[in-house]
């Protein structure tokens, strides 16, 4: 969700990066309700994306025009103090958020520098108390880091973004986020596939690459996001479909408690 009115909605100072002018909208709810029609999505999770840092805002505007058919996650910075409590009061404000969203990657240290440093651990274990999913946008170089975590807290389920973010790390660095599907209560997503190649919208070039993936986490562990639904069909083509539907929705549909 991002909004052209940047007065109701302003991008937070410490934000990492600027959308481009085409990604704003007067309505960006209206706008993906109509994605969601077309491309005959029931409910769906609107990740709170990183420009507007702590300020939730527009996501929470969205979840109160649709609170059946939505949920969202949400960001804090780890550094900050206050961040523990301000996610409490998020939660107790607005049931809807289901997920912690965590930032990792090389270069991109102002969010937090290791998994290691106590108020990193400390967010995570308010996030698991809450019954949030910790969902982590991390690159390969800290998957080892957040794998001690996460065995140290095996009933907190924790969702990978985008494929793991293969580019932003080396082949060895990957193995660790390939690791990390030992773990029951970790699940990857398959999204972000058009950071990787460019051949949308199917993306049929990387197709030996999700298949590594997918082998790897299991279509019980994985959940799709972005783009349409024809891109698990042509990833999973070798799978039976009630393998593809689990990946569809009915994992994330079980995580979140969505009722039929």
């Given at each position: 969700?991002?909004s052209?009115?940047?007065?109701?909605?302003?991008?937070?100072?410490?934000?990492?990066?600027?959308?481009?002018?085409?990604?704003?909208?007067s309505?960006?709810?209206?706008?993906?309700?109509?994605?969601m029609?077309?491309?005959?999505?029931?409910?769906?999770?609107?990740?709170?994306?990183?420009?507007?840092?702590?300020?939730?805002?527009?996501?929470?505007?969205c979840?109160k025009r649709?609170?059946?058919?939505?949920?969202?996650?949400?960001?804090?910075?780890?550094?900050?103090?206050?961040?523990?409590?301000?996610?409490?009061?998020?939660?107790?404000?607005?049931?809807g958020?289901?997920?912690?969203?965590?930032?990792?990657?090389?270069?991109?240290?102002?969010?937090?520098?290791?998994?290691?440093?106590?108020?990193?651990?400390?967010?995570?274990?308010?996030?698991?108390?809450?019954?949030?999913?910790?969902?982590?946008?991390?690159g390969?170089?800290?998957?080892?880091?957040?794998?001690?975590?996460?065995?140290?807290?095996?009933d907190?389920?924790?969702?990978?973004?985008?494929?793991?973010?293969?580019?932003?790390g080396?082949?060895?660095?990957?193995?660790?986020m390939?690791?990390?599907?030992?773990?029951?209560?970790?699940?990857?997503?398959?999204s972000g596939?058009?950071?990787?190649a460019?051949?949308?919208p199917?993306?049929?070039?990387?197709?030996?690459?999700?298949r590594?993936v997918?082998?790897?986490?299991?279509?019980e562990?994985?959940?799709?996001?972005?783009?349409a639904?024809?891109?698990?069909d042509?990833?999973?083509?070798?799978?039976?479909?009630?393998?593809?539907?689990?990946?569809?929705?009915?994992n994330?549909?079980?995580?979140?408690?969505?009722r039929?």
């Amino acid at each position: 969700m991002f909004s052209r009115d940047r007065v109701r909605y302003p991008f937070h100072p410490q934000a990492s990066y600027m959308p481009e002018e085409g990604y704003l909208s007067s309505d960006p709810l209206a706008d993906y309700l109509q994605h969601m029609a077309n491309t005959g999505i029931d409910r769906a999770v609107l990740v709170h994306p990183e420009p507007y840092g702590d300020d939730h805002r527009l996501v929470l505007d969205c979840l109160k025009r649709e609170p059946e058919r939505l949920r969202a996650t949400c960001l804090f910075f780890p550094k900050d103090p206050a961040a523990p409590q301000k996610l409490e009061e998020l939660v107790r404000q607005e049931p809807g958020i289901v997920a912690l969203r965590m930032h990792a990657h090389r270069g991109k240290e102002f969010y937090l520098d290791s998994f290691h440093d106590q108020n990193v651990r400390t967010l995570w274990e308010t996030a698991g108390k809450l019954d949030l999913i910790i969902e982590l946008h991390i690159g390969p170089n800290y998957a080892a880091q957040a794998g001690e975590l996460i065995r140290a807290y095996p009933d907190y389920p924790v969702i990978i973004d985008h494929l793991g973010e293969p580019l932003m790390g080396n082949a060895v660095e990957y193995a660790d986020m390939l690791a990390l599907a030992q773990y029951k209560n970790v699940y990857m997503k398959l999204s972000g596939v058009d950071y990787i190649a460019k051949d949308g919208p199917l993306y049929i070039s990387v197709r030996h690459f999700t298949r590594a993936v997918v082998d790897a986490f299991g279509p019980e562990h994985l959940v799709w996001g972005g783009g349409a639904p024809a891109l698990v069909d042509a990833h999973l083509a070798h799978l039976p479909e009630s393998a593809q539907g689990l990946v569809k929705g009915e994992n994330l549909a079980r995580l979140l408690k969505f009722r039929r």
